[in-house]
């Protein structure tokens, strides 16, 4: 009992190694946006067009990327895709032209979407089992946190003692690159390759009966179906809404960049905390109460945001309203899924109803990047921002409403 223990937390932690460290090479600007200019020659425009070009293909991946999942195993959906980004980022290493690098952002569009994002939720579900939900995919993000926290500390450091800048970034890509094949050594040795069967040896028969693959209308016609990606959409905007409190501290309080990091540092060390906090009373309580409450929470800090003045002698305000939204996106962001379990979502669907919820609910990285700017640049600094969390409040109350809706009405048991 205790090797099948440990053998399930090693197929856990693969899959939390997996699911960031495919992410690292994509979004390789996050932290080296001005030595990717230097190095392969490019300017800050031909950067973004880079990542537009990941998003519009990740975008379209989405939904028949579920359609594999609920097809081809986990096992080997991952496993594949893993193997294949970190190849590409071999390639990134040798400095190709920009046009290669458009092209190797689209591959890598396909090979950390369409053959990995549904096959990895389906494999974290599998993981947690009928009772373990909050916990699997609350453990799930935390672990997220802490590898994205360990992986982008350790780059740094290969980073300062590479040499020039490009010689720098080169040795961080195949750090990168190298991790990411691992991870796909992980996968392939311990994640199940049976599509259904639970890893845990606890009897779990009613998540293993399905047998037959969904049809894309069972998915389109089932009313959850919506209400999820509406639940997520409102989520992921939320989340992402947080990400502009650094700015909102610098030009409406007037305060250092400096401030502006410790401020953003602060607010993701609320992940690990949120997730794990989360997931552990999504099992309790169910997962529709704590993001019922999250959005209940963001709700009112959203409008607080938007009625009170940028003070500097409120800034003690400020951090605390950072540090509730920040608790309760990244609850949102550790359980929603979870929501699969309690609406009824069968497994044999979980590819499918993730691929769909996904092209609605991620697609605020098509807009929300550049609303505060666009809010800001219209209005002022002041007005600018109050406009924009009154927005973000208004969708915190419609992903309320739409959690309410999808609870009244529940599911039969999956199975």
């Known amino acids: 009992m205790a090797q099948s223990k440990a053998r399930r937390w090693l197929y856990f932690a693969s899959l939390v190694l997996a699911a960031e460290s495919i992410y690292m090479l994509p979004y390789l600007r996050r932290i080296f946006q001005t030595s990717m200019e230097e190095t392969f020659g490019l300017g800050a425009v031909d950067i973004g067009l880079l990542n537009s070009m990941y998003g519009l293909v990740a975008l379209a991946a989405y939904f028949p990327g579920g359609w594999l999942a609920d097809r081809i195993s986990a096992r080997k959906l991952l496993a594949f895709s893993l193997f294949s980004t970190g190849l590409g980022g071999l390639y990134m290493a040798s400095i190709p032209s920009h046009t290669g690098l458009i092209v190797l952002y689209a591959f890598w569009g396909v090979t950390s979407i369409l053959t990995f994002w549904a096959a990895l939720i389906k494999a974290v579900r599998n993981w947690g089992g009928n009772d373990q939900q ?6 799930f993000e935390a672990g997220r946190g802490l590898v994205a926290a360990l992986l982008a500390s350790t780059a740094t450091v290969v980073f300062a003692y590479g040499g020039s800048a490009t010689e720098s970034l080169v040795k961080v890509i195949t750090y990168y690159s190298a991790v990411t094949l691992f991870a796909a050594v992980l996968v392939w040795l311990l994640v199940p390759d049976d599509l259904h069967e639970q890893p845990t040896g606890e009897d779990q028969s009613q998540q293993a009966v399905e047998v037959q693959p969904p049809h894309w209308r069972d998915i389109l ?13 409102c989520a992921y905007l939320l989340y992402l809404g947080t990400y502009d409190f650094p700015a909102y501290a610098e030009r409406g309080f ?18 690990p905390l949120a997730a794990i906090c989360a997931g552990l009373i999504a099992d309790r309580l169910q997962a529709s109460r704590v993001v019922r409450i999250s959005f209940l929470l963001l709700l009112v800090i959203y409008v607080s945001f938007a009625v009170l003045p940028a003070d500097s002698d409120l800034l003690w305000l400020l951090w605390g309203q950072v540090a509730i939204a920040a608790l309760a996106g990244f609850s949102l962001r550790a359980v929603f899924y979870a929501l699969l379990q309690e609406t009824g979502v069968p497994l044999s669907q979980t590819g499918m109803t993730v691929g769909f919820v996904s092209v609605i609910g991620y697609s605020p990285d098509l807009f929300v990047h550049t609303l505060a700017g666009s809010f800001v640049d219209w209005f002022g600094v002041g007005v600018g921002y109050r406009c924009y969390f009154a927005f973000l409040s208004v969708f915190a109350g419609l992903g309320l409403l739409a959690t309410w809706k999808m609870v009244r009405h529940p599911a039969s048991s999956p199975g």
């Open 134 to 139: 909050g916990m699997g995919f609350g453990f």
């Open 221 to 233: 016609t089932n009313g959850r179906s919506w209400l999820l990606a509406a639940v997520i959409f």
């Open 254 to 271: 007037e305060q250092t960049k400096l401030f502006g990091a410790q401020l953003a540092t602060f607010r993701d060390w609320m992940r």
